[in-house]
């Protein structure tokens, strides 16, 4: 009995630690409803995005456009795009046209000249190294929703 006592108290000290700094989990139903929740959030370029966590060289987002984005360059960081709904087009590669600096180690144009073309789709993962253009462009009355994870390196 006085076993059991100890393992039961041993136990309830294990869960009241919780999960361990760094961990996040996110539910894939949670991660599709941000197609609903970002939608009347939209910027006038046709975006929006949700901060979710951030540890250390990493962090997590969230975004949602409905129209394309400006091309990018990001000096020290790389993206990791997991499509959640909808559909797009990325070009990555290639190089800006006429740059502007918009915050340290970062870039931003209307277009990229030269690149390469890929399809996304619900499901579909991507990296995108840091130091590589890259811009998401969006056909009329489509949609798309990605969650993002930015590795500083």
Known sequence: MKLLAIALALSAFAMSAG??????????AELKGFAKTLAPKMSAQKVATQNLAANGNYSFMVAH???SGEAEFHAVQADIFVVQSGEATITIGGEL?????????EMRAASIK??????????DAITIPAKVAHQMKLAPGKEITYFVVK???
């Open 19 to 28: 999960d361990p700094q760094g961990f996040y989990m996110w539910k894939d």
């Open 65 to 67: 456009r409905e129209g």
């Open 97 to 105: 046209v006429d740059a502007k600096t918009t915050a340290p180690n």
């Open 114 to 123: 030269g690149g390469s073309e890929k399809k996304l789709a619900a499901g």
């Open 151 to 153: 590795v500083t390196q």
